[in-house]
């Protein structure tokens, strides 16, 4: 079974200001744009950093042609501001029970962890490593917001990395665990299963499209468990 897990909301909760940051200082530096003056900047939640970083300059004036000229200019120069700007240590922002979730996983013969996250990956794998979680999420694997601004694309792309000889890992053994509907769109884009955890800034409720919604990383744990055990 090949689990692909989002990050913000999902795995950690609220450290988000380095990147931010290291967004905003991006923008400024290849644009000249100060995202900063923006009065309503868009949702980040379930959205990819292009996806975000396009809304913005858009919004500013600056010309589709453009943006996408410099797109690779703008996620090289917030990946080195975030480097830079991003605290040792972010495993205070872990949520609880997400290392003993992981950790059982990753020992569990049979399942793949990966990350379908619209973090650029130099952002998405420091930010787990940072917060003592990147050991479980190999490099090679995964999707994310430096593959493509569509986050409905990444599971996809994840799916075709984790498989073998040309073929992409099957559909029906593949679960995207997220906390946006935006999660749960781009798994049924790739005709997926999904499974949200509300520890983002959606309630139960408003993840009803999932498969099954878990309150916390406990129960994600035991509906993984009876996902895990219907395979």
């Known amino acids: 079974m090949l689990l692909l897990f989002d990050i913000d909301g999902t795995l950690v909760m609220g450290a988000t200001d380095a990147h931010r940051a290291a967004l905003v200082e991006a923008m400024l530096e290849v644009h000249h744009v100060d995202a900063r003056s923006m009065r309503t900047p868009p949702n980040p939640a379930g959205r990819t950093d292009g996806e975000i970083v396009r809304a913005i300059l858009l919004d500013a004036g600056v010309a589709t042609e453009r943006i996408e000229e410099l797109a ?5 120069c917030a990946s080195r501001a975030y480097a830079r700007l991003c605290p040792p240590d972010l495993s205070p922002f872990v949520l609880a029970g997400v290392p003993e979730l992981l950790h059982e996983l990753s020992g569990r013969e049979g399942v793949k962890l990966a990350l379908v996250t619209g973090n650029y990956e130099p ?40 498989g073998s000889r040309g073929h992409p890992y099957p559909c029906e053994r593949t679960i995207v665990i997220g906390d946006t509907p ?49 395979t």
Do not use: M, N, W
């Open 123 to 162: 952002i998405a794998r420091l930010k787990l490593a940072r917060a003592g979680l990147g050991k479980h999420f190999h490099a090679g694997h995964g999707a994310f917001g430096s593959d493509s601004e569509d986050r409905a694309a990444l599971p996809k792309i994840a799916r075709r990395r984790a």
């Open 72 to 76: 690779d200019d703008v996620r090289e």
């Open 182 to 230: 935006l999660d749960i769109a781009c798994a049924r884009a790739d005709g997926l299963r999904c499974v949200a955890v509300a520890t983002g800034q959606y309630g139960v409720g408003e993840l009803a499209g999932a498969d099954a919604v878990a309150a916390d990383a406990a129960e994600l744990r035991e509906l993984l468990e009876a996902e895990l055990a219907r």
